[in-house]
């Protein structure tokens, strides 16, 4: 059984995102509560949940290295299921994750999934390990198969703009740069980027893109309207 983490909009939400946690944080952190909150603003239903070894270190409260990510599509895809069985099978769905998540995301959209999962967003995709620039991972990005929005720091440690500039990614594949971010979209003190204008940036561009995908207009005013999150199970 999967639970989620819902943070809702208070208008009619344009889209639902599932949205998985990075290796190492849970899906409560900081980050992805910051995310989750600016996505709702941006008229996004976020639906947060985690992986079974980390729902296991929750219970727990023993930390294990999380395992590779190609072993977690299967829980991803149950995740879909369990989702889409909430909001309807026809109701748009983006899936997507930060770091890893992004990377089983990507994985579990190069499978067969059912029609309503209309587009993939990875916010900070791991290329490569740090300071480790050979074999990066571009296969997934490539069999990806449903349009992708790729938000990437322009400082990211796994995957900077200028490697990720030259890699070939296909045509499904579009990377947008976050303005002096780090993997985590910080910027550094002397830039006159903000971590949260940062974060609004790019779930501005995570509802431009299921815009996109749906053929609307992005809301206007969006990004005034308060997110309503409900509490871990």
């Not at 929750?58 to 599509?73: D, I, M, N, Q």
């Not at 369990?82 to 579990?108: C, D, F, N, Q, Y």
């Not at 940062?198 to 996109?212: D, L, W």
Request: charged share 20%; glycine share 8%.
């Amino acid at each position: 059984m999967t639970d989620f983490l819902w943070t809702r909009p208070e208008t009619a939400p344009r889209a639902t995102l599932l949205l998985a946690h990075g290796a190492g944080a849970a899906m409560d952190s900081a980050f992805m509560t910051r995310l989750a909150e600016a996505l709702a603003a941006e008229a996004i239903a976020v639906a947060r949940f985690e992986f079974p070894y980390m729902a296991e270190r929750r219970s727990t409260g023993r930390r294990r290295p999380p395992p590779k990510a190609e072993t977690l599509v299967d829980a991803y895809r149950a995740a879909i299921a369990a989702v889409l069985a909430e909001i309807g099978p026809s109701a748009p769905l983006l899936i997507g994750g930060k770091s890893m998540g992004g990377r089983v995301a990507v994985m579990a959209a190069g499978t067969d999934l059912p029609e309503a999962v209309a587009g993939v967003v990875a916010f900070g995709y791991p290329f490569h390990p740090p300071a480790d620039e050979t074999n990066p991972r571009v296969a997934p990005l490539a069999a990806v198969g449903r349009p992708t929005l790729v938000l990437q720091g322009e400082r990211d440690e796994f995957g900077d703009r200028a490697e990720v500039e030259s890699y070939a990614l296909g045509d499904a594949v579009t990377v947008t740069f976050v303005e002096d971010g780090s993997h985590d979209f910080g910027p550094r003190g002397s830039s006159p980027a903000t971590l949260m204008g940062n974060i609004r940036f790019a779930a501005a561009e995570t509802a431009a893109f299921a815009a996109r995908l749906s053929g609307a207009q992005p809301a206007d005013a969006a990004s005034t309207a308060p997110a309503l999150t409900e509490p871990c199970p």
